[in-house]
């Protein structure tokens, strides 16, 4: 089975973001980047399917230099080799044109399956892997919890709201978008980390994939990013541990009579 | 103008995400001129269009056929390029639930046109309508424009307008079908059976007192700590989807959109920064108390008692605080 995993980088969780100065983006400068969460579990259930189907995982990625690192640790986990979609012309891409792109390099590659992650945690549009499908005119199925390859075809477990979920049959080829939490993901050993540097990272710009720059204008315009106003009052307690400690006990004894 | 809302439902009810979009729908007619028309799609769906008639609405529009009785992307998304065709809205608007997740961007994409996702709400400003939407799991807002021709397609996340400002009609509307010739179409998913997950151990729903813990706690050993402060407070534990997914607690203490939805008398969220997935689980909670390292952090959005500092100092603290009351 060939699977390809679209898979981002993303500011590492648990950063402390700034805006830049424009207050169009967040500032970027001294971040640290790590795989978007939801493509970890894209990769780790990839390379979970062809170590029982045997097969090749193919990771792709749009983004700009700083994204060989990601490759690279997929690589380092197990995928065999990479696409590195890198142009200035893909800065800003919203998720149609990114999709738009991705569609382009894939359509390279005779593949069976694609898996992305649901969505990302940085814009969060939770729209790039349905675009994809679309756009390869392949069958989908989105949030996903668990994959069984049946004879051509899928069953897939789709999560659903509140606690529920459901089996969905499709034909192969076929693109998922994964859940987090369909499976535990592993680390990269040593041994994969210093075979990962001799696997091939492909890069493929606007030209090698057939598009102009006019053809990638955005249909949707990020005009400002800003930190919300809280809209209601929290009162916050301060002081050392044990004074906040004893002020909490206090309120919710007292005011909010919970104790 | 118009301006179509598409109502989403299942096992013969309307889902109530369908009455707050709904609402945006309405205030976005009253700002634009505009008409409100809902779109439904299904089979056997009379009722369900005459509940919808009963709103202040242009019309209920209804698409039925064999196909539509169950959703399926392929399906939904034939019908209502079809629709859209044979109507020209101006607007689409959805909710952000997992249907719309699912087909949404397929219709945008087949339309060749923009989805702006998941917004919190919307101005306009000089005739343009500016989205405003979470990004960075809703640390930071984007305002957001359509740089396109209409349709607009726009989903909005779950509670961004509220069902009960929906204005009903003095009497009800017409409901009108679209005639649409579905056959053609290829259907390649296949829904089979919904369910839930074995029983549920758990049932959060009823406890009094919460003690929820997220990503921060860092490590399994460390929720001996939470154990004690939940004991201490003699309160049930719930977590963020993280811990769960890691394994460190089971599945069915998993608060939020894809776990249990709780309004306990007092919630304390220790080291969960507040996505909006975990917040619609928990936000009817009486009383909220969130610990957090990081003061930005969303959880302090709905927070009554805020306490910015470092879970693993604070929380020996308050057991410490609460074992002295006790004795
Ligand atoms: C379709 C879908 C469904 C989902 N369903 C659910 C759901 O049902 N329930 C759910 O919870 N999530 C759900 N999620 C995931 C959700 O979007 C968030 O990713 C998740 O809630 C984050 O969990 P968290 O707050 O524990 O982790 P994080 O977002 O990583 O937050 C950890 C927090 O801990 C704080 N912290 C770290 N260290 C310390 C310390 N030492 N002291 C104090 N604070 C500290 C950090 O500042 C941070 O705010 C869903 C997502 C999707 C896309």
Redesign the interface.
């Known amino acids: 089975m060939k699977i390809i995993v679209c898979l981002k980088q993303v500011p590492k969780r648990d950063l402390a973001l700034r805006l830049n100065e424009a207050g169009t983006w967040i500032a970027e400068a001294d971040l640290s980047w790590e795989i978007n969460e939801p493509d970890a579990y894209a990769l780790e259930e990839a390379l979970r399917l062809k170590e029982r189907l045997g097969g090749e995982v193919i990771v792709c990625s749009l983004g700009p230099a700083r994204v060989e690192q990601a490759l690279r640790e997929a690589l380092a986990k197990g995928a065999d080799r990479a696409l590195h979609l890198l142009d200035p012309a893909f800065e800003g891409l919203d998720a149609f044109n990114t999709a738009r792109v991705l569609a382009e390099a894939l359509r390279r590659e005779s593949f069976d399956l694609i898996l992305t992650g649901l969505q990302s945690d940085d814009h969060g549009y939770a729209q790039t892997g349905v675009i994809l499908a679309e756009l390869l005119g392949l069958p989908h199925a989105t949030i996903v919890m668990q994959i069984e390859v049946l004879d051509g075809r899928l069953k897939v477990k789709r999560e659903l709201e509140a606690g529920w979920f459901q089996w969905v049959e499709l034909p192969l080829p076929a693109l998922l978008t994964i859940q987090s939490g369909i499976n535990q993901p592993r680390y990269a050993t040593l041994k994969g980390i210093m075979g990962a540097k001799k696997k091939e990272i492909r890069r493929l710009a606007l030209a090698d994939l057939g598009l102009s720059a006019q053809e990638l204008r955005n249909k949707q315009e990020l005009m400002r990013v800003f930190f919300p106003t809280k809209a209601k009052r929290t009162e916050f307690l301060e002081g050392t541990p044990e004074e906040i400690a004893a002020r909490l006990v206090e309120k919710l004894r007292y005011e909010a009579k919970v104790l | 103008m118009k301006i179509f809302v598409l109502a989403e439902h299942r096992d013969g009810k309307l889902n109530r995400a369908t009455w707050e979009v709904i609402v945006a729908g309405q205030h976005l007619a009253a700002h634009l001129k505009g008409s409100v028309s809902a779109v439904l799609l299904g089979r056997d769906i009379r009722g369900l269009a005459e509940e919808l008639a009963a709103k202040r609405l242009h019309e209920v529009l209804v698409v039925e056929d064999e196909r539509l009785a169950e959703y399926t992307?392929?399906g939904y998304t034939a019908a209502l390029i079809e629709v859209i065709r044979q109507e020209a809205p101006a607007f689409v608007l959805m909710s952000?639930?997992?249907q719309a997740?699912?087909?949404?961007?397929?219709l945008?994409?087949?339309l060749g046109?923009?989805?702006?996702?998941?917004c919190l709400g919307y101005r306009v400003d000089d005739g343009t309508v500016?989205y405003t939407?979470?990004?960075?799991?809703?640390?930071?807002?984007?305002?957001?424009?359509?740089?396109?021709d209409p349709p607009y397609l726009v989903t909005f996340q779950a509670g961004a307008f509220r069902a009960d400002e929906i204005e009903a009609a003095s009497e009800p509307v017409p409901i009108r079908a679209i005639p649409i010739d579905l056959s053609p179409v290829p259907i390649?998913?296949?829904?089979?059976?919904?369910?839930?997950?074995a029983k549920?151990a758990v049932d959060l729903s009823s406890a009094?007192?919460i003690v929820a813990v997220g990503?921060g706690i860092k490590s399994e050993e460390n929720l001996a700590l939470i154990r004690q402060l939940a004991e201490a407070?003699n309160a049930e534990i719930g977590a963020s989807?993280?811990v769960?997914?890691?394994?460190w607690l089971p599945?069915d203490r998993q608060i939020g959109?894809?776990?249990?939805?709780v309004s306990p008398?007092?919630y304390l969220a220790i080291g969960i920064s507040g996505a909006i997935q975990h917040v619609v689980g928990m936000k009817g909670s009486?009383?909220i108390?969130?610990i957090n390292k990081?003061p930005?952090a969303?959880i302090?959005?709905?927070?009554?008692?805020?306490?910015?500092?470092d879970l693993f100092?604070?929380v020996?603290?308050?057991i410490?605080?609460?074992k002295q009351?006790r004795e």
């Open positions: 992307p392929d952000h639930t997992y997740r699912d087909f949404a961007p397929k945008a994409a087949a046109k923009a989805l702006i996702s998941d500016i939407r979470p990004i960075f799991q809703g640390k930071i807002h984007a305002d957001v424009r359509f740089a396109d390649r998913t296949r829904p089979l059976e919904v369910f839930r997950e549920q009094e007192r990503r407070l989807r993280p769960c997914d890691s394994g599945m959109s894809s776990g249990q939805t008398k007092l009486r009383t108390v969130a990081d930005e969303p302090f959005d709905i927070a009554d008692y805020g306490i910015v500092g100092e604070i020996p603290a308050l410490k605080a609460l009351l």
